[in-house]
C-alpha cells in the first residue's frame, strides 16, 4: 500500500489536471478530423486511446522531471516532498517506473497509422528533454506549449493520415494557451526559483504578469476565432468558444502573483477551457 502511495503521488495520478491539459488538445485535433471524416466508432476509440495515452505519457513525464529536479524539489517549498526530493523512493525504482509506462504507451501507440507512430516517436524529444528548459532559458513555458499540444497533430493525422497547414494553425492557438496558464501556474513558485536560479516567463515578465497572459490568451482565441469563422458557415460554435473565452477571463481576473493559492486555482480552470474548446470542435460535425 505504501509504494502504491508513492507511486501515485510520483506520477501525480491524484492530480488529473496535468494529464488533462495533454489529453484536451488531443480530442481537439480528433474532433477537428471526425468533421470530416465522419466515422463515429473511430472517432470514439481513438478518444479513449489518446486519453489513456496521454495520462501514461504524462505520468512517466513527471517521473522524469522529478529524477531530473530532484536536487531542485528539494529547496522549493511545494515540491520539496515529492518521492525522489524526499528519498522516498530510489532513481533506479523510478526509472523502472517510466520503463513501464513508456512500454504501455507504446502498445497503444501502434494501433495508429504509420505517421501517427512517427509523431509520437518524436514526441518523446520533447517530453523528455523539456525539464531541461528552465536551467537555459527563460521561455521553458513556451517549449511546454510545443510538447503538450503535439497531440494536437497527433490525433488530425490518426484520422486524415496527412499533414495539412490548417492543423498547425490550431496547433499555434494552443502553444499560446499553454503559454498563458503555465506562466499562471509558475507565478506560484516566483520566489523560490529565482533563489535557485531557474528561469520562467513567471519570473521574466512578473512585473507585467497579468498582461502577459493576456497578450497570450487574445493571441490564442483571436487565431482560433478567425480560424473557425473561415471553415464554417454555421455559428453554432459561438457558444461553446464563448464559453471557453469566459474562462480565460475568469483565470485572468482571480490570479494574483502574491497569493499562490489563487494561481493555483486559475490554472486548473483549464480543463474546462479544454472541455469547452472539444465542444467547439465537435461543432464542426453538426
Same mark, same amino acid.
Given at each position: ?12 495520478? *491524484? ?12 480530442? !481537439? ?18 478518444? $479513449? ?48 517506473? $517510466?520503463?513501464?509506462?513508456?512500454? +504501455? ?23 523528455? /528533454? ?8 527563460? !521561455? ?9 499540444? !503535439?497531440?494536437?497533430?497527433?490525433? !488530425?493525422?490518426?484520422?486524415?493520415? *496527412? ?5 498547425? $494553425?490550431? #496547433?499555434? /492557438? ?25 528561469? /520562467? ?15 497570450? #490568451? ?5 487565431? +482560433? ?13 459561438? $457558444? ?44 464542426? /460535425?453538426?
Amino acid at each position: 500500500m505504501k509504494d502504491f502511495k508513492i507511486f501515485i503521488n510520483l506520477t501525480r495520478l *491524484n492530480r488529473p489536471i496535468g494529464y488533462l491539459l495533454l489529453f484536451w488538445p488531443c480530442s !481537439w485535433g480528433l474532433a477537428y478530423a471526425y468533421s470530416l471524416d465522419k466515422n463515429q466508432d473511430t472517432f470514439l476509440y481513438y478518444i $479513449v486511446l489518446f486519453f489513456f495515452g496521454a495520462v501514461l505519457m504524462r505520468s512517466a513525464g513527471c517521473i522524469v522531471n522529478d529524477i531530473i529536479d530532484k536536487e531542485l524539489d528539494k529547496k522549493v517549498k511545494r515540491t520539496k516532498n515529492r518521492p525522489l526530493a524526499a528519498n522516498l523512493i530510489s532513481v533506479k525504482k523510478a526509472l523502472f517506473y $517510466v520503463i513501464g509506462l513508456c512500454g +504501455l504507451a507504446f502498445l497503444i501507440l501502434i494501433q495508429f497509422n504509420f505517421i501517427t507512430i512517427l509523431l509520437g516517436l518524436a514526441s518523446m524529444t520533447f517530453a523528455f /528533454s523539456y525539464p531541461f528548459m528552465k536551467r537555459i532559458t527563460y !521561455w521553458p513555458q513556451l517549449f511546454l506549449g510545443l510538447t503538450f499540444n !503535439w497531440g494536437i497533430i497527433m490525433a !488530425w493525422v490518426s484520422i486524415s493520415n *496527412n499533414l495539412t497547414l490548417e492543423i498547425f $494553425v490550431i #496547433y499555434l /492557438s494552443a502553444i499560446f494557451w499553454t503559454l498563458g496558464y503555465d506562466t499562471i501556474y509558475g507565478a506560484q513558485d516566483i520566489v523560490d526559483d529565482e533563489i535557485i536560479g531557474v528561469k /520562467s516567463t513567471s519570473i521574466k515578465f512578473k512585473s507585467m504578469l497579468k498582461k502577459f497572459v493576456i497578450i497570450c #490568451y487574445s493571441l490564442n482565441f483571436t487565431i +482560433l476565432l478567425f480560424f473557425f469563422l473561415n471553415k464554417t458557415d454555421t455559428l453554432y460554435f459561438l $457558444v461553446p468558444l464563448f464559453a471557453f473565452l469566459l474562462t480565460l477571463i475568469y483565470q485572468i481576473f482571480i490570479f494574483k502573483k502574491e497569493k499562490p493559492k489563487t494561481c493555483l486555482q486559475a490554472f486548473k480552470i483549464n480543463n474546462f477551457s479544454g472541455f469547452y474548446l472539444f465542444l467547439s470542435f465537435l461543432t464542426f /460535425s453538426l
